[in-house]
């Protein structure tokens, strides 16, 4: 495997899974499993934005549409509160 290969191992075993995880499990002893569970739809956006700011990939209008999709999923889920629950 070439150099730049194992960089990117690094990378994904680093900062991906192992802070990923980090962030995870910290955010789960402040917050219940569903508020933190929502956060999940964030990944593929993050791995958009990543993609377009170290590869250089082009960003589409499909793929700032469906980023505002998930951004604004993920406020309505957060912001308001749905009648009659438990939180």
């Keep these: 495997i ?3 290969g194992w960089s990117s ?15 995870w499990y ?9 508020k933190v ?3 999940m739809y964030l990944s593929p956006l993050v791995g958009v934005a990543v993609a377009a700011i170290l590869l250089g990939e082009p960003v589409s209008l499909p793929v700032l549409l469906g980023g505002i999709l998930i951004l604004s999923g993920v ?13």
Excluded: H, M, Q
């Design 2 to 4: 070439s150099f730049r």
């Design 9 to 23: 191992i690094l990378f994904l075993g680093i900062f991906c899974s192992a802070l990923g995880y980090f962030f």
């Design 26 to 34: 910290d955010a789960l002893s402040c917050l219940p499993a569903s």
């Design 37 to 39: 569970g929502i956060f």
């Design 75 to 87: 406020t309505l889920v957060n912001v308001f509160k749905v009648p009659g629950s438990a939180e």
